[in-house]
Each structure stands twice: as C-alpha cells, then as structure tokens.
C-alpha cells in the first residue's frame, strides 16, 4: 500500500497548472458532498479545505512574473487612486510607478544588477522602501533590509556577507561616526540619505536621494530578464529561539502569496486602508502588509510604531480597515478603553500571527473585533503564512483556520516522513508554490527544513506538532524544538503547559521557558513567565496556576518557579524574546 501511495504522489507531482485546477475543482465537489468519491484519509491528497473556497478562487491562473509586472497589472486601472499615505504626504498609484521608474535606473546605471543586493535601514514611515523593492525588482536585483537601531559592527556585517556596494538610509538612523564607520570597515561604494533634508555628511561619498535620482537621468535601460523564481528579498526571522536568518524569498513568493489571499473570502477592496507600522525586513510586513495592500488597489498608510501608550490614540485616528499586528498590539487596543463599537464601522479584519493564541485572548478580541480574529499560522520560509481564518465560517477556537488554496498542509512523523491521517499528530509540514529558496549561505540548515519525501516532493519542515480534522482544520499542539528535557528523562511541552496556565483567571500572557537545573547540570527545568491583570490579586492567581498545573500534569511537567511580569521584551517583528527571557532567569540563577 505504502508503494502505491508513493506513486500516486509522484503522478501528483507531475501534473501541469491546468490539470491541477481540475483535480482541485474535483476535489471541491467532493468536500461539498456533491458528488461521491473516495477519500485516501491523507490531508494533502483529499484536500478537504477546498470546500471552503468558491470555484473561482481555485480555477483563476496563478501569476507567473515579477512583482513589480503583478503590481502593475492590478493597478492599471488605479492611477490616480492614492497608493500610499507616509510622512512625506499622499503617492498616487501613477506617482509610486513613476518613481519606481525612476529608482530603477538609477539603480541600474550605479551597477546594480541581477544577482546584486542592496541594503537598507528605513523607519516604516518613509516612502523609500517601497521604491527600492520594486526598483530593485525591476533592475533584476534584490533587497535586503536591516532592522532600525541596528548597531553599526552589525550593520557592517549584513554589508560585508552578502555582499553590497550601497547602503541606504535615512536621518532617523544616520550619523557621522555610522558613516565614517561603515567606511572604514566595509567595502561600500556609497551611501544614500534618503530624507529630504539629510543631515550633514563628511564622506563625498554619501550622496542624498535626489542626486542618487539624477544617475539616472537620461540612462536607456536594457531589457531585463528577470526570473518569477529570482531572489527579491533577503527576509529576517524573528530569531525568537536562536539567532536570526537570512530567508531568501522570490517573485512568486510574493505574488502567489497575495494571489492566494486575494482569491479567498478576505473582505478587501480597492481604496481600503491598511495600517502598517513595521518596516520591510520580514516576510509578513513585506508582503502581507504592503505587496498584499498595494496589489489589492489600497491606501497603505505607513506610520512609525509609537510608544504603547500612544498606540490606541494613533489607530483611532488613522481607522484602518485592515491591520496584521500581534497579539500584545491587540492587547493594547482592548485595555485602552476602546470599545467595540467605536471600531466597527471601519475595522473589517484585524490579523494576527508571529505567536501562539490563548483561548483568554480569543476571548477578549472577540467580544472587541467587529467580526472576527484573522488568524494566521506559517513561516518565513513559507513567505509568511499558510493558513488562516478568512470569515467567520473558517473561525472556530482554538484552531488556527484552513490552508490557502493553492497551499499544501499536513502533519508528517518527523523521522520517517509518514503521512498521518485526520486527527492524528504529527510535524506540520508546508507544501507550496511560495517556499523559500533557502537560507543564505547555510545550505545544511537549508536541507534540514526543506525536506525532500520519497515521492520526490519538498516540504517545509515547521517543528510545530499539530493535527488535521476531517474538515482540513488545523490545531497546533505543541513544538518540536521547544521541548525541554527534564533531568527524570521524561519531556516537557512549553506549548501545552502555555495553554493550562493561559485558561487561569487574571492571566494576560504566558511564556513557559526553559532554566538550567541547579541540581543537574546539562539539564533543565520549565520556568513560566506571567503577565497579570491589576485587577487580580498576583498571589492569588500564582496559586491558581501551581493548582491548575498540579491538576491536569504530572509532577516533573510543574514550572519550578512563576515570574510576574510587567510585559515581555519584545523583538522588532513584535514576538516575545524568549532568549531574553532564558538569558535573564539563568543570570538571575547564577546571582542566588
């Protein structure tokens, strides 16, 4: 049986765009109950989410070229339409391709070309981004962009790795001991204030965005061939549990993600308004923030994110119509008086993703958001996400939605590479047009996540434990990586603790971590981070949670010890720093 399956998998893998659409239109009927069919038991060939989907979401051709081409195709008709609402005022759609243009060959006369990376560090609030990506695009090049407050040995690291010829910057970040810096230990040619006063400069070598422009005066370009499987954007993980990669995404990681949320029951429409406040050094502000808002025809208001008290007050001023923010920005909202009906003639999705949920947060956006929590499970090194809640009929707590259309998604035994059937748990795996080309410069990582199967096919290796209902929804269980092994042998699951003490009355956040055990060395204890209501009594509710976990675990799976705090430290892709957290308690350790 195993043989025939393997087979079958491998005709699966050969089929063309056209046969595809009508396998999955086959499959959809049967999902519907329409007609009659075998299932396999097998997620990823009974593709029971299709059902959820209308016909034409699945039978539309995917967009096979560059970003900058799709962007231009679904906005030909949106010229004059406001593209972009930013600190130096409102861009047209005719306005941005304009200077995208104009970007392009500047770029290309300075001798940036195809397998060239440029390199750059903006607050989200500036325009220049935007450009660059497309331009970039256009040139047949990449981009890669550094987060803000970047130390300068850093800086010259990202500089000196990939490599890069041009740095570009703004005031926010700009200084003359960063530019005699970069000089002095990097190999750059120039670079490039982009403000529209920049601050004074030493090096001639540092020129401003409006002579950078006028290279490009006058220059023919020369037709470009340019890849829909090219690098575009050089991604950073969030480095949440490690240090941060480099993920390098392609054109059709951009523009079959936005394709797919496009053709989907998402409620977007053109001149809608899309708040984003991260800048464009990840995946998810990169595309499902800004290519995602810009290719659906939107407004996509860039503004810098604003101390958390100030939050609430910028949002109510702004009213976006759609947001990806994460949970603690969410937070913010609903404890900041902010009632429902003050939102809901105007917020119509509010994403949130980069974290797991508790049942006490869905509790709480729930009686907040108008409609309905956007949920959105995935990866980098997916392009950002796979699965979603995209209506209230793909919304149901404590599952994380359905898979995209065109995405494959099931759970897998880790070692063998089995499938599992529905309801059984296994390693969440992606399948799917928008993976990553790899890790830069690590193809052992590479090869450790994207995992070739017996049938010839690659899948994306989470390290999340997860399972699949017989309606193709997916509930994640637990983390592979984040296990931490106790001095008795036996395993303790953060992910399945986090959801125990997240269920306690006064809990806000939870964090379970792993602390060196001062008993055994080499071995670990799970220490739980808390966030309390002021409203809750904290030793009322620390004992609650001992009670709740003695309860439902077994003795070796109890936190040694509960930290209150007052919030978690945050990384700039809005994730709790849990290596922050781990470094804190071990120092905190080491001082007893």
């Known amino acids: 049986m195993r043989d025939i399956l393997i087979e079958y998998r491998k005709k699966l893998q050969n089929l063309d765009e056209k046969e595809c659409i009508l396998r999955d239109l086959y499959l959809r009927e049967i999902a519907l109950g329409k007609i009659q069919g075998p299932l396999t038991g097998f997620p990823s060939i009974d593709k029971v989410h299709l059902a959820f989907f209308k016909q034409q979401h699945i039978d539309k051709p995917l967009p096979y070229m560059t970003a900058t081409e799709y962007l231009r195709e679904q906005n030909k008709n949106n010229l004059s339409l406001?593209?972009?609402?930013?600190?130096?005022?409102?861009?047209?759609?005719?306005?941005?391709?304009?200077?995208?243009?104009?970007?392009?060959?500047?770029?290309?006369?300075?001798?940036v070309k195809k397998g060239n990376l440029i390199v750059g560090m903006f607050p989200a609030d500036t325009p220049h981004e935007v450009y660059l990506l497309y331009g970039a695009c256009q040139a047949g090049s990449a981009v890669s962009f550094i987060?803000?407050?970047?130390?300068?040995?850093?800086?010259?690291?990202?500089?000196?790795?990939?490599?890069?010829?041009?740095?570009f910057v703004s005031n926010d970040d700009f200084s003359l001991d960063m530019e005699e810096y970069i000089y002095k230990n990097t190999n750059i040619k120039n670079i490039i204030n982009v403000s529209q006063n920049p601050l004074p400069h030493k090096n001639r070598r540092t020129i401003s965005w409006q002579k950078f422009i006028e290279i490009g005066?006058?220059?023919?370009?020369?037709?470009?061939?340019?890849?829909?499987?090219?690098?575009?954007?050089?991604?950073?993980t969030g480095g949440s549990t490690g240090e941060p990669k480099n993920v390098m995404i392609n054109e059709n990681g951009f523009n079959i993600m936005v394709h797919q949320l496009l053709n989907s029951e998402l409620n977007y429409n053109v001149g809608d308004k899309w708040?984003?406040?991260?800048?464009?050094?990840?995946?998810?502000?990169?595309?499902?923030?800004?290519?995602?808002?810009?290719?659906?025809?939107?407004?996509?208001?860039?503004?810098?994110?604003?101390?958390?008290?100030?939050?609430?007050?910028?949002?109510?001023?702004?009213?976006?119509?759609?947001?990806?923010?994460?949970?603690?920005?969410?937070d913010l909202l609903i404890y900041s008086g902010i009632k429902r009906e003050d939102i809901q003639d105007f917020v119509k999705t509010a994403g949130v993703g980069g974290e797991?949920?508790?049942?006490?947060?869905e509790e709480?956006?729930?009686?907040?958001?108008?409609?309905?929590?956007?949920?959105?499970?995935?990866?980098?090194?997916n392009s950002s996400s796979a699965v979603l809640r995209m209506n209230k009929g793909t919304t149901i707590k404590g599952?994380?939605?359905?898979?995209?259309?065109?995405?494959?998604?099931?759970?897998f035994d880790s070692e063998s590479?089995?499938?599992?059937?529905?309801?059984?748990?296994?390693?969440?795996?992606?399948?799917?047009?928008?993976?990553?080309?790899?890790?830069?410069?690590?193809?052992?990582?590479?090869?450790?996540?994207?995992?070739?199967?017996?049938?010839?096919?690659?899948?994306?290796?989470?390290?999340?434990?997860?399972?699949?209902?017989?309606?193709?929804?997916?509930?994640?269980?637990?983390?592979?990586?984040?296990?931490?092994?106790?001095?008795?042998?036996?395993?303790?699951?953060?992910?399945?603790?986090?959801g125990i003490i997240s269920k306690v009355l006064g809990v806000i956040k939870v964090s379970v971590i792993k602390a060196p055990d001062k008993d055994h060395e080499e071995y670990y204890v799970p220490v739980a981070c808390v966030v309390i209501d002021k409203k809750y009594n904290i030793r009322q509710v620390s004992e609650n949670i001992i009670s709740a976990c003695e309860e439902a675990l077994p003795d070796y799976a109890w936190p040694q010890e509960i930290i209150i705090k007052d919030d978690f430290p945050y990384l700039a892709s809005g994730k709790p720093e849990l290596k922050a957290m781990e470094r804190e308690i071990e120092e905190k350790l080491v001082g007893r």
């Open 217 to 236: 005066f006058n220059y023919q370009m020369p037709k470009i061939n340019r890849s829909p499987y090219d690098l575009l954007l050089m991604a950073k």
């Open 399 to 411: 599952k994380i939605g359905i898979l995209y259309v065109k995405t494959i998604v099931s759970v």
């Open 364 to 381: 709480r956006a729930e009686k907040f958001l108008p409609d309905y929590l956007g949920y959105g499970y995935g990866c980098m090194e």
């Open 356 to 361: 797991s949920i508790t049942p006490q947060f």
């Open 82 to 111: 406001i593209a972009i609402d930013c600190k130096e005022g409102l861009i047209s759609y005719g306005e941005l391709f304009n200077a995208i243009d104009k970007t392009t060959l500047s770029l290309h006369n300075m001798g």
């Open 275 to 330: 708040l984003r406040v991260w800048p464009l050094f990840s995946a998810s502000a990169a595309i499902s923030s800004s290519h995602l808002a810009l290719c659906a025809g939107m407004i996509n208001v860039l503004r810098v994110m604003p101390e958390p008290q100030e939050f609430a007050k910028m949002f109510m001023k702004e009213k976006p119509n759609h947001l990806c923010l994460v949970t603690a920005l969410i």
């Open 417 to 498: 590479f089995e499938e599992k059937s529905y309801n059984e748990e296994g390693e969440i795996c992606i399948q799917s047009y928008t993976q990553m080309i790899g890790y830069y410069h690590d193809e052992q990582l590479t090869h450790e996540v994207l995992r070739k199967h017996d049938d010839g096919s690659v899948w994306i290796h989470t390290g999340d434990l997860g399972i699949i209902d017989k309606k193709g929804f997916i509930t994640v269980t637990g983390r592979i990586k984040r296990i931490i092994s106790v001095y008795s042998g036996e395993k303790v699951y953060p992910v399945q603790l986090e």
């Open 147 to 167: 987060v803000q407050k970047t130390p300068n040995d850093t800086i010259c690291k990202a500089i000196n790795d990939f490599p890069t010829k041009y740095y």
